[in-house]
Nanobody, 124 residues
């Protein structure tokens, strides 16, 4: 069984930065695509970013492009999301997810494994 655990969330002022981490355990996910999603209060789950198993390709939602950077370290079974120039609209619970089949990266249903989420709050 795969477990994903996010960390790194918190409260930050607008313009600040946070780095989220997602550690996988239970089996290696080095061959799985992985992604970040977020859900703000009263809103639907939203795609944020995704990365292929090798890290060679990355994808971003338009709302975070140029501000967020996704990366992974397969030796550590860990994925990261560096978030810079944070805005109040970035406030949400952030979830990491893994897709062993590498389906459509922006589709939540492509992902088989999910973490419990970490809260990011950006104050104005």
């Amino acid at each position: 069984q795969v477990q994903l655990v996010e960390s790194g969330g918190g409260l930050v002022q607008a313009g600040g930065s946070l780095r989220l981490s997602c550690v996988a355990s239970g089996r290696s996910l080095s061959s799985a695509a992985m992604g970040w999603f977020r859900q703000a209060p009263g809103k639907e789950l939203e795609f944020v970013s995704a990365i292929t198993w090798s890290g060679a390709a990355t994808h971003y939602a338009d709302s975070v492009k140029g501000r967020f950077t996704i990366s992974r370290d397969n030796a550590k079974n860990t994925m990261y999301l560096q978030m810079n120039s944070l805005k109040p609209d970035d406030t949400a619970v952030y979830y990491c997810a893994a897709d062993p089949e590498s389906g459509p990266y922006g589709n939540r249903w492509s992902y088989d494994y999910w973490g419990q989420g970490t809260q990011v709050t950006v104050s104005s």
